[in-house]
């Protein structure tokens, strides 16, 4: 079970930390990803991480302002969102999966889900 925490609502250029717990599991030899949708849209993909080495990935729309990265002593993933914008405005989904060795973390499909937390930026 994924356990999310950290939405809210935030200014234009404000910051917030998302996080992702695991209860019950680990997030060992797994892919863990933050994902993100808006009513009448589809979820889109907004940064993956391989738990046990750190490996990164992140959609064009937020590099450079979002990091995810893992705690393995909390078996937590955070999502740190900075400089926020107006477009950011969306439903926050953690999930988790096995790691594929040749789709990665950022390719691959997704099937163990939290019950998501709202992020709202004016």
């Known amino acids: 079970q994924l356990v999310e925490s950290g939405g809210g609502s935030v200014q234009r250029g404000g910051s917030l930390r998302l996080s992702c717990a695991a209860s019950g599991s680990t997030f060992t030899n797994r892919c863990v990803a933050w994902f993100r949708q808006i009513p009448g849209e589809e979820r889109k993909r907004v940064a993956t991480i391989r738990f046990d080495d750190g490996t990164a990935h992140y959609a064009s729309s937020v590099k450079g302002r979002f990091t995810i990265s893992g705690d393995s002593a909390k078996n937590t993933v955070y999502l740190q969102m900075n400089l926020l914008k107006p477009d950011d405005t969306a439903l926050y989904y953690c999930?988790?999966?096995?790691?594929?060795?040749?789709?990665?973390?950022?390719?691959?499909?997704?099937?163990?889900w939290g019950q998501g937390t709202q992020v709202t930026v004016s």
């Open positions: 999930a988790h999966d096995a790691f594929h060795v040749i789709m990665g973390c950022w390719s691959r499909d997704y099937h163990y």
